[in-house]
């Protein structure tokens, strides 16, 4: 078992000079954790600097509250990013300066063996962002067909022994329900023929239970393209990813935004005489350096992309 780690933000330098901050700026931390980027933000902000930040998780906003009491230039709202426009009208905000996404999960949830979200650490198997609701994943796990299981662990595990993994957690439920992690770790390990050297073998797995519970594809995909009615033009989008299938969509996005889509189909009989445009790309992708994945082995996988948002051209 590993140790525990403390939460560290990734890619805090790359962030902060890929937001473009001003001291008076408008910013939007749209997945706070423990608040890691938002404490660097606000170094930069001056009196009239404001942040919202925002999360699912109610324990998240608790401890943002109590790090951050007194503060004026910050407020912590509850809830999902996918509602960012809805987040920033109840705020009175109509326009922002940079908004940051950092997907995945915070080292507190995967170090607190009750949120369910390791393989090594003991305790339900729930994986919910926020408790409060739905059902846990254990219920789904229990009830869903063997396909679907398959289908799930394949498209967001890009797991390659899914068949193999749900035919063995439908064999074992059929003995008895499968409720906390040390039993699905289990079943994993045995049903996996290879082992990768430094990887648990439920680590795939683990991953796309994960991401089905808290509907995270939809909810990015809801959330960059909340963001552009709320940039304001010369704003700027920071993403950061943690596997393949977030950065694809992101990737996609802002390919998409900055009219190259069309540059993948260059055989078209009929070109689009114009094309719609609101997004630039700033840089290429960004991982972290040498240094800090070693310090921090959790940012190794991380990948931030950047854009900004320029004002439409047909």
């Given at each position: 078992m590993t140790e525990d780690l403390p939460h560290r933000p990734v890619l805090v330098d790359e962030v902060i000079k890929a937001l473009k901050l001003r001291p008076e700026g408008r910013y939007v931390d749209a997945t706070f954790g423990r608040g890691g980027h938002t404490a660097a933000i606000l170094e930069h902000l001056g009196v009239a600097g404001r942040i919202l930040a925002i999360d699912r998780d109610p324990e998240a906003i608790e401890a943002g509250r109590k790090r951050f009491a007194g503060d004026a230039r910050i407020a912590l709202i509850r809830g999902r990013f996918?509602?960012?426009?809805?987040?920033?009208?109840s705020s009175g905000i109509t326009a922002v300066d940079a908004i940051l996404l950092d997907l995945g999960v915070s080292s507190p949830q995967l170090d607190e063996g009750l949120r369910g979200f390791s393989f090594m650490r003991p305790g339900p198997l729930d994986m919910r962002m926020d408790p409060e609701s739905g059902p846990?994943?254990?219920e789904w796990l229990n009830a869903a067909p063997e396909q679907e299981i398959r289908e799930l662990l394949e498209t967001l595990g890009e797991e390659r022994f899914a068949r193999r993994i749900a035919h063995a957690i439908v064999v074992e439920r059929g003995s008895a329900a499968i409720r906390n992690t040390e039993t699905l770790?289990?079943?994993?390990?045995?049903?996996?023929?290879?082992?990768?050297?430094?990887?648990?073998?439920?680590?795939?797995?683990f991953q796309a239970l994960r991401m089905h519970v808290n509907q995270e594809i939809s909810e990015l995909e809801q959330a960059l393209s909340h963001s552009m009615d709320a940039l304001a033009h010369g704003g700027r989008l920071a993403v950061i990813s943690f596997h393949s299938i977030e950065d694809r969509i992101v990737k996609q996005f802002i390919r998409a935004g900055e009219g190259r889509d069309q540059e993948d189909l260059p055989d078209l009989p009929i070109r689009p005489a114009a094309r719609t445009i609101h997004l630039k790309r700033i840089g290429r992708p960004i991982r972290p350096s040498s240094r800090e994945s070693k310090e921090n082995p959790r940012a190794r996988s991380a990948v931030l992309r950047v854009a900004e948002r320029v004002r439409n051209d047909a």
């Amino acid at each position: 078992m590993t140790e525990d780690l403390p939460h560290r933000p990734v890619l805090v330098d790359e962030v902060i000079k890929a937001l473009k901050l001003r001291p008076e700026g408008r910013y939007v931390d749209a997945t706070f954790g423990r608040g890691g980027h938002t404490a660097a933000i606000l170094e930069h902000l001056g009196v009239a600097g404001r942040i919202l930040a925002i999360d699912r998780d109610p324990e998240a906003i608790e401890a943002g509250r109590k790090r951050f009491a007194g503060d004026a230039r910050i407020a912590l709202i509850r809830g999902r990013f996918s509602m960012l426009r809805q987040h920033l009208e109840s705020s009175g905000i109509t326009a922002v300066d940079a908004i940051l996404l950092d997907l995945g999960v915070s080292s507190p949830q995967l170090d607190e063996g009750l949120r369910g979200f390791s393989f090594m650490r003991p305790g339900p198997l729930d994986m919910r962002m926020d408790p409060e609701s739905g059902p846990p994943v254990s219920e789904w796990l229990n009830a869903a067909p063997e396909q679907e299981i398959r289908e799930l662990l394949e498209t967001l595990g890009e797991e390659r022994f899914a068949r193999r993994i749900a035919h063995a957690i439908v064999v074992e439920r059929g003995s008895a329900a499968i409720r906390n992690t040390e039993t699905l770790a289990r079943i994993i390990r045995q049903a996996v023929p290879v082992h990768e050297r430094g990887k648990h073998p439920a680590t795939r797995s683990f991953q796309a239970l994960r991401m089905h519970v808290n509907q995270e594809i939809s909810e990015l995909e809801q959330a960059l393209s909340h963001s552009m009615d709320a940039l304001a033009h010369g704003g700027r989008l920071a993403v950061i990813s943690f596997h393949s299938i977030e950065d694809r969509i992101v990737k996609q996005f802002i390919r998409a935004g900055e009219g190259r889509d069309q540059e993948d189909l260059p055989d078209l009989p009929i070109r689009p005489a114009a094309r719609t445009i609101h997004l630039k790309r700033i840089g290429r992708p960004i991982r972290p350096s040498s240094r800090e994945s070693k310090e921090n082995p959790r940012a190794r996988s991380a990948v931030l992309r950047v854009a900004e948002r320029v004002r439409n051209d047909a």
